[in-house]
C-alpha cells in the first residue's frame, strides 16, 4: 500500500514546486514518483495480502495489476504532456497535482474492501476529473464539458449511494467479506433491499464507466476536455471503472448472477451497438474515439456477464490493451491537431508519406482497437469471447462479432485516410517526448499481441 | 534448426530486411529471398516421404495457459500448396520487375510478411495458429490492393476487407467454441478431430466455417467482393488473391471443416455442392457477357473454384486428389492469365476487350503464350488443367451425374468465353492502338516460358503430384468416412 502514500505525498510535493515556480522540475519529479509508486506497487505482487486498515483496502494481486497498468497509462500520458499544458494554461503544476490527485482515487477504487472506501475513491477521482475537464476555464467548450460531467457525475454518485445505504440496510455492513458472507447465508431469503441495493449500483458504476443508456455523458464530455484529459478519462478512468465493477460482483453478487446478468447483458448489447454505430457516422476523429470508447465498455462487460475464473484476467488485458492503443491515437491527434487545427478524418490525409513511423504507430493502434491479430487488441477480443462463450453466451458473442465488423469500418477509415489519400502537407513536427511514447506503445501493442503469455495468466 | 520454422519465417525475416534496405538492391534481395523459400520447399519435397504420416513436425508452447501451441507439419495435403505457395511467389515476384512500382521496399516486404501467413495456414496444426495466419495473410494483401491498386481501390478492398473479417470472425467463434468442448482444453487438431459433438452442433459449426471459406474462395454468392477486387488491385495483388490466397479456403475445407465437423458435413454437405455447382454456371455465363479483360478472368476463376470446391463436398478419392491437383495447376494458369492480361493492358491503356483485337499478327510469341494458358485453362488434354478438372468431374459423377452433367458445363462455357476472348484480343483485324503492339521482352519471356513449361510438363506427367497428396487424402477419408458410418 506503499504506492497510495508515495503518490499522496508527490501530489502535495507537485504543488509546492509549482507554489515555487520550478516548472522545469514538474515532469521529472512527477514521472520518478509514478516510477517509484510503480516499483512499490509491483514489489507487493504474490505478497498473500490481507485487507489492511481495518479491513478498508485489500491490495491483492487484482489491484497491484490495475494499479501498475493504471499507473504506466499515466506516465505514458504524462510524456506527452510536455509543452502540452503551457499550452492551455498558466497554472501547470495543478495539472500535474489533480492528475496524481485522480490517480489516488484510482487506487482506491482498485483496491476497496469496504463499499466506503469505494465511494471515497470514485469521489476522489471524479472532483478531480470534473476540475480537469474544464481546466481550460476561457473555453466554451471545455466549460460545458465539465458541467456536464460534473451534473451527471453527481447524479450518478446520488444512485451509487443509494446503493450502498440499501445493501447496508439489507446485509448491515460495508465490508465486501461481510456482504458477501450474508448472501452465501441466505441463498433464499435475501432482502428486496438488497437487490434494489444492486440494481442502484448497476445504474451508478454503469454511469461512471459509460455504458448504454448512461452513457449520454461522454461524447461531449471527451470532446470538450483538452486531448490530453480526453486520453486520461478514457483510458485510466475507464480502466479503473472497470476494475472496481469488477471486484464488487466478483467477490460480493457472484451468487446472485441469475439476478443481475440479464440486466447486464442488455446494457453490454446496447452498448456494443449503441457506441459502434453512432462512431461510424463521425467526422471527427476525437468524438469517434469517444463512441468507439463506449462500445469498448460493452465488450469489456462481457467479462462481467460471464463472470468466471477468466473474467478478472480478460478485462485486464482488455484494458491494457485498449488503453496503450488509445493513447497512441489521442498523441498523434495532439500532433495532427497542432498543425492542421481541426480533428477530422481529413486532417490525417496524406500522412504516411510525411510521416511514415506516426502513421504506422497509429495503423497498430487502429488495428488493435479493431482486434485484427498479433496486437494486443485482438488478444483481449479473444480472451473476452472465450471467456463469454464459456458461459455459453452464444447469441451475445455473435452480436459482438457483427460489432466487431462495424468497428473495422471507423478504424479503417483514418488508416485510409493516412496512406490511401493523398494531401499537400508539410511534416508534422513531432518530439522525443511523443516518438518514445508512440514508439514504446506500438511495440508493447505488438509484443503482447505475438506473446501475450506473460499478462494473460496473472490471476 | 527445426526445418519448417526456416521455411515459415524466412520471409518474414526477408520482409524486415527488405523494409531497411536500400532502393537498389531491392529487386534482387526479393528475387533471391523467394529462391530461398522454393529451394527449402525443394529440400523439404525431396525428404518428404508420401505417406499419411506429418513430417518436419513443429511443437512449442505459445500461450501455454490456454493450451495455444506452435504447431505445424507437413502431410501431403500440406506438401502441395507449400509447393503452390512458394513456386508462385518467385514467379510473382519476376512478373512485378516489369512493374513500375513506388515505395518498392513496402511493396515486396508486405509480400514476403503476406508468404509467412500463407505458409503458416498451410502447416498449421493448432486452430489458434491457423487463424493468425489467416488473418495474417489478410493485411498485407489488403495493403497491396489498396496501395497501389485503381481508382476505386479504397471502396472495393474495405468492401474486400470487411467481407473477409466477417467470415473469419465466424470461424473464430467456432473455434473457440470448439477448443472448450474438448477434454483439455486445447486448440490441437487431433484433438478437434476426436470430438464427438451432436449433429446439430457440427451444422453450426459447419456454417461458421463454410462461410470464411466460401467468402475467401469465393463460392457462390458470397463472391460479390470479388470481381471489383480483382480488378481494381495491381496485377501482383490480383495474382497473390487469386494464384494462393483463395486456396486458403480450399484448404481449409479439406483440412478443418470436413474432418472437424463430419456430421454437419453429412448433413449440409450437398448444399453446399449445389451452392458450387450453381457458382460454376453463374461465374461461366456472366463470364461470357464481360467485356473487360480482367473482370472476365475473374469470373472464370470463380467458374474454375466452384469446381474444385464441388469435388471436394463430393468427398471421394477423385474429387479430392482433382482437387488437390488443380488448386496447383489453377493456381499457376491464373497467374499466367493475369500476368498476360497484364502485358496486353499495360501496353494498349485498356481493359476492354472491343479495343483489342489482332494482336498475334505484331506479337506471335505472346500469341502462343497465351494460347498455352488459355488451353491450361479450359483443361485441354495433355495440359495440366485436363488432369484436374477431369478427376473433379469423375469425382462429382461418382456422386451424383446430374450435378456431374451440371458441373460439366464448365468446361464448355470455358472453352467458349476463353476462345471468345482469345479471339477479340490477339485475332481479328488489327487496330490502329495494336498495329504497333511490341512482343514480350526479355523478363516475360521468362515468366510466361517457366509457366508454360509447368502447364505442359504438369499435364503429361501429373503423376509426381497426385503421388504427394494420395496417402494423405485416403486418409483423411477414411477417418471422416468412420465416423459418418457410426452415426
Known amino acids: ?459 | 534448426m527445426e526445418i519448417l520454422l526456416l521455411q515459415i519465417f524466412i520471409p518474414l525475416i526477408a520482409a524486415l530486411i527488405i523494409l531497411v534496405s536500400g532502393k537498389t538492391i531491392v529487386r534482387g534481395l526479393a528475387g533471391a529471398f523467394s529462391l530461398v523459400s522454393l529451394l527449402i520447399t525443394v529440400y523439404l519435397y525431396l525428404n518428404f516421404t508420401p505417406d499419411a504420416t506429418t513430417q518436419f513436425l513443429v511443437d512449442l508452447a505459445w500461450i501455454p495457459q490456454f493450451g495455444i501451441h506452435f504447431k505445424a507439419g507437413v502431410d501431403g495435403i500440406s506438401m502441395v500448396l507449400l509447393l503452390l505457395t512458394n513456386l508462385l511467389i518467385p514467379i510473382i515476384v519476376l512478373s512485378s520487375f516489369k512493374q513500375d512500382v513506388k515505395d518498392q521496399n513496402a511493396f515486396y516486404a508486405l509480400i514476403f510478411f503476406m508468404q509467412s501467413g500463407l505458409l503458416i495456414v498451410f502447416t498449421a496444426l493448432d486452430a489458434f495458429l491457423f487463424y493468425i495466419g489467416w488473418e495474417v495473410a489478410l493485411i498485407p494483401v489488403y495493403f497491396i490492393c489498396a496501395l497501389w491498386g485503381g481508382e476505386n481501390r479504397i471502396k472495393v478492398n474495405l468492401k474486400f476487407f470487411v467481407y473477409t473479417i466477417a467470415g473469419s470472425l465466424l470461424m473464430l467463434l467456432a473455434i473457440i467454441y470448439l477448443h472448450l468442448q474438448t477434454p483439455g482444453n486445447s486448440y490441437d487438431i487431433a484433438e478437434f478431430y476426436k470430438l464427438e459433438l451432436d449433429s446439430v452442433t457440427q451444422g453450426w459449426i459447419f456454417w461458421a466455417f463454410f462461410i470464411a471459406f466460401a467468402i475467401k474462395m469465393p463460392v457462390f454468392p458470397f463472391h460479390t467482393w470479388q470481381p471489383d477486387t480483382y480488378t481494381e488491385a495491381p496485377t501482383t495483388g490480383t495474382m497473390l488473391l487469386a494464384g494462393i490466397m483463395l486456396k486458403m479456403g480450399i484448404y481449409g475445407v479439406i483440412r478443418w471443416l470436413i474432418p472437424v465437423a463430419p456430421l454437419g458435413f453429412q448433413a449440409w454437405g450437398e448444399t453446399a455442392l449445389i451452392l458450387s455447382v450453381i457458382g460454376v454456371v453463374y461465374a461461366s455465363i456472366i463470364a461470357f457477357t464481360q467485356n473487360d479483360i480482367k473482370r472476365l478472368i475473374a469470373y472464370s476463376s470463380i467458374a474454375h473454384v466452384g469446381l474444385i470446391s464441388a469435388g471436394i463436398f463430393a468427398w471421394n478419392v477423385q474429387g479430392l486428389q482433382g482437387a488437390m491437383i488443380q488448386m496447383l495447376n489453377h493456381g499457376i494458369n491464373v497467374v499466367g492469365m493475369f500476368f498476360i492480361a497484364d502485358i496486353i493492358i499495360r501496353r494498349l491503356n485498356t481493359r476492354d476487350l472491343s479495343l483489342m483485337g489482332g494482336i498475334a499478327k505484331p506479337a506471335p510469341m505472346l500469341a502462343i503464350a497465351f494460347l498455352i494458358v488459355l488451353l491450361g485453362t479450359v483443361a485441354l488434354p495433355l495440359t495440366n488443367g485436363f488432369v484436374g478438372e477431369f478427376l473433379l468431374l469423375m469425382g462429382v459423377y461418382n456422386f451424383n451425374i446430374w450435378y456431374a452433367a451440371i458441373a460439366g458445363l464448365t468446361i464448355i462455357l470455358g472453352a467458349v468465353y476463353m476462345l471468345r476472348m482469345y479471339q477479340k484480343v490477339m485475332l481479328g483485324q488489327v487496330n490502329t492502338s495494336t498495329s504497333a503492339f511490341l512482343d514480350l521482352d526479355g523478363t516475360e519471356k521468362s515468366v510466361l516460358l517457366i509457366i508454360s513449361v509447368l502447364i505442359i510438363f504438369i499435364g503429361v506427367y501429373p503423376q509426381p503430384i497426385l503421388n504427394i497428396s494420395e496417402a494423405a487424402v485416403i486418409n483423411l477419408l477414411d477417418q471422416v468416412n468412420q465416423k459418418i458410418l457410426v452415426k
Open chain 1, 1 to 459: 500500500m506503499n504506492a497510495l502514500i508515495t503518490l499522496s505525498v508527490l501530489a502535495i510535493l507537485v504543488l509546492y514546486l509549482g507554489l515555487y515556480k520550478a516548472k522545469n522540475a514538474l515532469l521529472p519529479v512527477t514521472l520518478i514518483g509514478l516510477a517509484a509508486a510503480l516499483a512499490l506497487s509491483i514489489l507487493e505482487w504474490n505478497s498473500g495480502a490481507a485487507p489492511i486498515y481495518s479491513g478498508m483496502m485489500l491490495f491483492d494481486n487484482f489491484a497491484v495489476a490495475f494499479t501498475s497498468i493504471c499507473i504506466i497509462s499515466t506516465m505514458l500520458i504524462l510524456l506527452i504532456s510536455k509543452d502540452y499544458f503551457e499550452h492551455i494554461s498558466e497554472h501547470v503544476a495543478e495539472y500535474y497535482t489533480i492528475i496524481l490527485f485522480a490517480l489516488i482515487g484510482i487506487l482506491v477504487m482498485v483496491s476497496f474492501h469496504n463499499l466506503s472506501m469505494l465511494f471515497i475513491g470514485i469521489e476522489i477521482m471524479s472532483v478531480s476529473l470534473y476540475i480537469l475537464a474544464g481546466i481550460r476555464k476561457h473555453d466554451f467548450k471545455s466549460n460545458e464539458a465539465a458541467l456536464k460531467y460534473f451534473l451527471m457525475g453527481a447524479f450518478s454518485t446520488g444512485f451509487l449511494l443509494l446503493g450502498i445505504a440499501f445493501l447496508y440496510g439489507a446485509s448491515g455492513s460495508f465490508d465486501l467479506t461481510a456482504i458477501k458472507e450474508y448472501v452465501i447465508a441466505n441463498p433464499t431469503g435475501i432482502s428486496p433491499l438488497f437487490y434494489s441495493g444492486v440494481t442502484l449500483m448497476i445504474i451508478g458504476l454503469s454511469f461512471k464507466i459509460g455504458a448504454a443508456p448512461f452513457h449520454f455523458w461522454t461524447p461531449d464530455v471527451y470532446e470538450g476536455s483538452p486531448t490530453l484529459i480526453t486520453a486520461f478519462m478514457s483510458t485510466v478512468v475507464k480502466t479503473a471503472g472497470f476494475a472496481a465493477f469488477l471486484r464488487l460482483f466478483m467477490v460480493c453478487f457472484a451468487p446472485l448472477h441469475d439476478f443481475w446478468m440479464p440486466v447486464l447483458l442488455v446494457i453490454s448489447v446496447l452498448t456494443l451497438f449503441i457506441g459502434n454505430v453512432t462512431a461510424l457516422y463521425q467526422h471527427s476523429f476525437k468524438r469517434m474515439l469517444a463512441f468507439s470508447s463506449i462500445s469498448h465498455a460493452g465488450y469489456m462487460l462481457f467479462a462481467i456477464v460471464a463472470l468466471g475464473p477468466l473474467s478478472g484476467n480478460s478485462v485486464f488485458v482488455y484494458a491494457s490493451a485498449y488503453s496503450i492503443a488509445s493513447i497512441i491515437a489521442f498523441a498523434v491527434l495532439i500532433l495532427v491537431k497542432r498543425q492542421t487545427g481541426s480533428d477530422n478524418f481529413e486532417s490525417f490525409n496524406g500522412l504516411a508519406r510525411k510521416n511514415p513511423f506516426i502513421a504506422f504507430t497509429l495503423t497498430v493502434a487502429m488495428l488493435s482497437l479493431a482486434g485484427i491479430p498479433l496486437t494486443a487488441g485482438f488478444i483481449g477480443k479473444f480472451m473476452m469471447f472465450s471467456t463469454a462463450l464459456s458461459e455459453y453466451h452464444i447469441i451475445m458473442v455473435v452480436l459482438a462479432v457483427v460489432n466487431a465488423v462495424i468497428g473495422i469500418f471507423y478504424y479503417l477509415k483514418v488508416i485510409v485516410s493516412m496512406y490511401f489519400k493523398s494531401a499537400e502537407r508539410n511534416e508534422v513536427q513531432s518530439s522525443p517526448y511523443f516518438n518514445f511514447v508512440l514508439g514504446f506503445s506500438a511495440l508493447l501493442t505488438i509484443i503482447v499481441g505475438v506473446y501475450p503469455g506473460f499478462i494473460s495468466n496473472l490471476f
